[in-house]
């Protein structure tokens, strides 16, 4: 049996903005943290993705400015539901979803990081749920690299940042 995987660390995005983040491994998949801090030290989005452990999406939380995001497959498999809670109320989304489909978040290259570990090789094109700074999602289909957000990832599936530190989470 191989070690869990257990890091943290920092480095910058290309537009300037500082992601923190951590990676905490265990037999039910992976729970992924973030934060993207602006060049000004306000915090832009707070971030928690979980991954089944097959690395397939299972539970999206975002907080920012705009309000908190809670989003999840449904057991079918054939909608990603939750939703949006703002300073107006609460608004439901429902969106569709399936195998083929990836996760993506303005502000933050983990759920495309994370999603590039279980695509299907020589795949140019796939359906993915965009979740924007106002927390809008949107189901479309796009190239595969077209409005990508972040760096790559080295083979443990880790962002690659510039000025970068790395830690692990326990001794």
Known sequence: MRA???RAGRGLLPDGTTLLWSVAEGRSGRR???LTVDQ?????LDLLLEVDARGWFSRLELTGPSGMLTLHPEPAGTR???NVVTRS???PISLPWSAAHELRVAGSPIPEIAAARVRAPGQSSIHVVVVDLDFL???RQVLVGEGSVGPAA?????P???ESEEWALEE
């Open 160 to 162: 690659i940042l510039s």
């Open 154 to 158: 080295d083979a443990r599936g880790l």
């Open 80 to 82: 990603v539901e939750g």
């Open 4 to 6: 869990w995987l257990r």
């Open 40 to 44: 000004g030290e306000t915090i832009v």
């Open 137 to 139: 999602p949107i189901s």
């Open 32 to 34: 992924l943290r973030s």
């Open 89 to 91: 109320g609460v608004r």
